[in-house]
């Protein structure tokens, strides 16, 4: 499967997540994304340096973290996850091995559900290698 068909089947075809991008682990090249969906140079480097941030409490919990354009107060951030909403909305961001699934979910979207999607998919491409 092409990595644009993850975004368009197994993220945004669930109808869990409405906007998707998937990048390489550090962040310098964009793999596949939803059209419209920009998110910028100084936004991946964000996420991919809280995924190297090792402190007990990561630094974009308190300073929040930005998504194509919009910030997000950040609710989970671990090794693997992070999880941040605006209002009704958020973002589910994952990290595999060699890459970082940059996902947003609308309003009308239980946060859990956008969750599972996305861990799912993380899960899986852990499985095969990637």
Known sequence: ???????????V????????????SE???V???????TIGPAEI????????????VKKVQSSGLHI??????VIKADDRSLYGK???????IVKTQQAILVTHYPESVQPGSAANTVEQL?????GVGY
């Open 122 to 126: 993380g899960d899986y491409l852990i």
């Open 27 to 29: 962040g310098t090249s």
């Open 45 to 56: 480097k964000e996420v991919v340096s809280s995924y190297k941030d090792t402190g007990e």
């Open 68 to 73: 194509a354009g919009e910030r997000y107060v």
């Open 86 to 92: 605006k209002g009704r909305e958020g973002i589910v």
């Open 1 to 11: 499967m092409s990595w644009q068909a993850y975004v368009d089947t197994s993220l």
């Open 13 to 24: 075809g669930t109808g869990n997540i409405d906007k998707a991008a998937i990048f390489n």
């Open 31 to 37: 793999w596949a994304s939803s059209t419209g969906f």
